[in-house]
Nanobody, 123 residues
Framework: QVQLVESGGGLVQAGGSLRLSCAAS????????MGWFRQAPGKEREFVAG????????YFADSVKGRFTISRDNAKNTVYLQVNSLKPEDTAVYYC????????????????WGQGTQVTVSS
């Protein structure tokens, strides 16, 4: 079973950028589709971005298209979320998740979750 640990969050001014990382342990990382979700205070968890096993297909929520980029390096067992042009409404805890099946916007195929990393965007 893969285990996930997020890092790279922090406090940034509006318009700034961060690179979030999700480090995976386990022997089968390259067999998992990966997703990023986020949860803001008082809000429900929402899909942010997803990527298939070899990185050839990516998916984004409409709210982040053109600003966020998801990528993976299977040799390093790591998936990344580059977040640019940050807005205060991007403030949330960002979670990495792994799915055995196809990548999806719905959280149900994701069987393993990281602990989350906090992103705070000041105005």
């Amino acid at each position: 079973q893969v285990q996930l640990v997020e890092s790279g969050g922090g406090l940034v001014q509006a318009g700034g950028s961060l690179r979030l990382s999700c480090a995976a342990s386990g022997r089968t990382f390259s067999s998992y589709a990966m997703g990023w979700f986020r949860q803001a205070p008082g809000k429900e968890r929402e899909f942010v971005a997803g990527i298939n096993t070899d990185g050839s297909r990516t998916y984004f929520a409409d709210s982040v298209k053109g600003r966020f980029t998801i990528s993976r390096d299977n040799a390093k067992n790591t998936v990344y979320l580059q977040v640019n042009s940050l807005k205060p409404e991007d403030t949330a805890v960002y979670y990495c998740a792994a799915a055995i099946g196809v990548v999806a916007r719905d959280p149900t195929p994701y069987h393993v979750w990281g602990q989350g990393t906090q992103v705070t965007v000041s105005s």
